[in-house]
């Protein structure tokens, strides 16, 4: 049971590059996150998916588009990366309701650096 | 003023010392109060949760949460190195439950053998 799976774990890009994060759990959960985790600013919702086929903006969604065609896949895209987005990206998955008592599963991240 | 607070650190204590871990919020609407701990380069992993106000205690760790000072604290009892970390709480209800937490920008803590 590998729980959540970022790939890649690290990528340098250029300004202006695109690039994909991709996130995968086995764990049949509904629900998908993609968060950035800066320095003194603590971990801030990108997007989040509450099933297949849906997305929504979270907090700081500007710069990024995701997608979840399969229920088990979470894209996270960057179309012109800018310096501003170097951080580290993290996937959870949860299941809804009263089991978000449960919290988050996590996946182990992914370092962006944006030069 | 953001939302929930947290004091960065770091935070260092002896092996054996009891740990005291704060976080304070603005949104009387959370009702789900939950920490985190993130090992360096990992991912954050649940630690404990409590719903509303009251204390839960499970092994070394305690959480406390006092809604009438939006103030919730996480204590470590007989620290250990392996609990040093950062620690993140994070929160949620009203009307942004059931979709995502809130979470605190973590404190560091390192516990010296």
């Known amino acids: 049971n590998a729980g959540v799976t970022q790939t890649p774990k690290f990528r340098v890009l250029k300004t202006g590059q695109s690039m994909t994060l991709l996130c995968a759990q086995d764990m049949n959960h509904e629900y998908m996150y993609w968060y950035r985790q800066d320095p003194g600013m603590g971990l801030r919702l990108i997007h989040y998916?509450?099933?297949?086929?849906?997305?929504a903006k979270g907090e700081v969604p500007d710069g990024y588009n995701v997608s979840r065609l399969k229920k088990q896949n979470f894209l996270l895209g960057l179309e012109s990366a800018a310096p501003s987005q170097t951080s580290v990206y993290f996937c959870?998955?949860?299941?809804?309701?009263?089991?978000?008592?449960?919290?988050?599963?996590f996946g182990s991240g992914t370092r962006l650096t944006v030069v | 003023q953001k939302e929930v607070e947290q004091d960065p650190g770091p935070l260092s204590v002896p092996e054996g010392a009891i740990v005291s871990l704060n976080c304070t919020y603005s949104n009387s609407a959370f009702q789900y109060f939950m920490w985190y701990r993130q090992y360096s380069r990992k991912g954050p992993e649940l630690l404990m949760y409590t719903y509303s106000s009251g204390n839960k205690e499970d092994g070394r760790f305690t959480a406390q949460v006092d809604k009438s000072s939006k103030y919730i604290s996480l204590f470590i009892r007989d620290s250990q190195p392996s609990d040093s970390a950062t620690y993140l709480c994070a929160m949620s209800g009203g009307d942004n439950y059931g979709q995502n937490f809130v979470f605190g920008p973590g404190t560091r803590l390192s516990v010296l053998p």
């Open positions: 959870a998955s949860s299941y809804p309701g009263t089991d978000l008592l449960y919290g988050y599963t």
């Open positions: 998916s509450v099933g297949e086929g849906t997305t």
